[in-house]
């Protein structure tokens, strides 16, 4: 009896190992035949690359390069071959390298590897080009797009100019209005055109491009999910409205930017798609929008420094006053995080800003997001404001001087704090640590804080009676206001602010 009891034991065993065997095999099978997006970044960091969290806009705008030139299947090999070899690309890569080095040949297929390498440079120059100023010579964000694309065609040895000839906003109630928009787009575009699209909301951007009767969609999330041959979508418009609600997150209201991007485009293009604006202005209604992330058309417009959308919304709202004190300071800060100019000088003229409203995630007043970000021509912006609070305290008791004097981005712009001290900046005030402007300078060696401040230091008389500066995160019981001789003196507003 105890025999039988062994073998159905023995047999049960067999069983179980089978099924993991193939459990496992069908684990392997579908990570081959996925490319996920944690997979690129797993590959950016191997190689060292700098990037956000996600590289969801640089992917988009390397694939509209060269979608605009007709080009994309070179891409979507590049994909394959990263697909096919995303678990050992980097030790192929590193034999190739090492063939290189010994002076050997390298074959056809070895140089699409070396190519893979120059793609992933590619996508982290267009997600995150503040980080590669050294390689732009000059401080860019994303919405610097047409510097950024002449950049990936060096990189890539493109030598056709590709450039984004027109941008545009839409805010999109429902569906049917989404599939309208969409009808007549591709009823505007015609199939010689070569115009790809990068649509993005505040946090994710896919491409698009006309196909046929259709659209091609591309989405760094959903790579080879229609079929295992390619990494795109193909979609009618009421496929695409559903997709572009899934990709953004939002199941009913669409608001989402669109770069239109090509090589050399006729004027006979621009002036069809600009019909658009015509088609579809912005409405009394649409104003106060904002997706499912309480992120408002007025503010995904300022971040794309749509100065269009942007002063249309402004003048419905100055008309009917729509929209809050928090929703304007939602759009500033966007705007001052994209170092959009003329937006920033459209919305400081709006009807209930409020220049030192706490914005942001970190709640700080716009000219102290400014300084954090090192950004001169909005520091002046600011600064020329009336009632502006030069000495606006943030959580950490920091002044927008003591931001500037931390900021990685002011190490060489001695003009910024100039201004900020000719401006009435005070030197003597200390953080909730006991550290006071120049300190935080020299702990970061910011040399050109610690130089204009020692100047400065050195130049002004102490002052008989020292303020306590004005904090944004506490009582106006704690916080005293000065004598009216005090210009930064200042009423704490109660609302509060959304990232």
């Not at 979609?235 to 930017?257: M, P, T, W, Y």
Request: hydrophobic share 40%; net charge neutral.
């Amino acid at each position: 009896m105890i025999y039988v009891v062994y073998l159905l034991l023995m047999v049960a065993t067999i069983i179980v190992v089978k099924r993991l065997l193939v459990t496992n095999s069908e684990s392997l099978t579908t990570n081959s035949k996925y490319l996920k997006h944690s997979d690129i970044l797993s590959l950016l960091d191997y190689f060292d690359y700098v990037h956000d969290d996600g590289v969801c806009f640089g992917f988009t705008v390397t694939w509209a390069q060269d979608a605009a030139l007709d080009n994309d299947q070179s891409f979507y090999q590049r994909l394959n071959l990263i697909r096919q070899h995303k678990h050992h690309i980097t030790s192929k890569i590193e034999r190739i390298n090492l063939k290189i080095k010994s002076k050997e040949a390298i074959n056809w297929y070895e140089d699409q590897l070396l190519d893979v390498q120059s793609f992933f440079e590619s996508v982290c120059l267009a997600q995150s080009p503040e980080e590669y100023d050294d390689v732009y010579a000059k401080r860019l964000n994303q919405t610097n797009i047409d510097t950024i694309l002449s950049l990936i065609r060096h990189k890539l040895a493109r030598n056709n100019h590709v450039k984004r000839f027109l941008l545009k906003t839409v805010a999109l109630d429902t569906s049917e209005d989404a599939i309208d928009y969409f009808t007549q787009l591709h009823q505007l575009l015609k199939m010689t055109d070569k115009v790809s699209m990068v649509l993005s909301c505040e946090n994710h951007a896919v491409g698009l491009k006309k196909l046929d009767t259709h659209w091609l969609f591309i989405d760094i999330n959903k790579l080879y999910r229609q079929n295992d041959e390619y990494p795109y979508l193909i979609l009618n418009h009421e496929g695409l409205v559903a997709q572009l609600s899934e990709s953004f997150s939002d199941k009913q209201r669409l608001i989402f930017n669109t770069d239109f991007i090509a090589a050399h485009p006729s004027l006979e293009l621009k002036r069809r798609l600009q019909q658009l604006n015509d088609i579809y202005p912005v409405f009394r209604e649409q104003v106060p929008y904002k997706n499912s992330r309480e992120v408002g058309f007025l503010a995904i417009s300022a971040q794309n420094g749509e100065e269009r959308t942007v002063r249309q919304i402004l003048n419905l709202h100055n008309n009917f006053d729509y929209l809050s004190p928090a929703q304007i300071s939602d759009a500033v800060s966007y705007a001052i995080g994209n170092n959009q100019k003329s937006v920033i000088n459209l919305l400081i003229k709006a009807r209930g800003f409020k220049i030192n409203y706490p914005c942001g995630s970190e709640k700080l007043t716009p000219l102290a997001m400014a300084c954090d970000y090192g950004y001169l021509d909005l520091v002046r912006i600011f600064l020329a404001c009336d009632d502006v609070m030069i000495d606006a305290r943030n959580k950490d008791g920091r002044t927008p001087l003591m931001l500037a004097c931390q900021s990685p981005y002011t190490h060489t712009n001695t003009v910024l704090f100039k201004e900020l001290l000719d401006a009435g900046a005070s030197l003597t005030l200390v953080d909730k640590n006991g550290e006071d402007a120049l300190t935080l300078a020299e702990n970061v060696s910011n040399s050109a804080a610690i130089s204009i401040l020692g100047k400065f230091r050195v130049q002004r008389r102490p002052l008989n009676a020292v303020t306590t500066g004005h904090s944004l995160f506490t009582t106006k019981e704690y916080t005293r206001l000065r004598l009216d001789t005090d210009k930064n003196a200042f009423l704490v507003s109660t609302s509060t602010s959304k990232l």
